[in-house]
Nanobody
Framework: QVQLVESGGGLVQPGGSLRLSCAASGFTFSNYAMSWYRQAPGKERELVARITTSGSTNYADSVKGRFTISRDNAKNTVYLQMNSLKPEDTAVYFC?????????WGQGTQVTVSS
């Protein structure tokens, strides 16, 4: 079955960096686009970044120029490098894949940006 396991979240000061990882299993990773979403308290879940099978990327306007999504098909892993973090980036970050008409989610990893 599809499994997505995120890691790398934590507490960081404004201006700092974090790298999130998502280890995928249960499907042919290289055949699917992968995405990162986030959900802040009291807000709806929102798309942060997406990477296609060919490596094309797109980002939410709020993170353009600060976040970078990448993938390593040999390791079945997708990454989110987050730089110049702001307090408004505080959220639970989720890895997701849309496969066979179903969107699968990981359990999420908490990112808190605070001094």
């Amino acid at each position: 079955q599809v499994q997505l396991v995120e890691s790398g979240g934590g507490l960081v000061q404004p201006g700092g960096s974090l790298r999130l990882s998502c280890a995928a299993s249960g499907f042919t990773f290289s055949n699917y686009a992968m995405s990162w979403y986030r959900q802040a308290p009291g807000k709806e879940r929102e798309l942060v970044a997406r990477i296609t099978t060919s490596g094309s990327t797109n980002y939410a306007d709020s993170v353009k120029g600060r976040f970078t999504i990448s993938r390593d098909n040999a390791k079945n892993t997708v990454y989110l490098q987050m730089n110049s973090l702001k307090p408004e980036d505080t959220a639970v970050y989720f890895c997701t894949v849309y496969r066979g008409g179903v969107r699968y989610w990981g359990q999420g990893t908490q990112v808190t940006v605070s001094s």
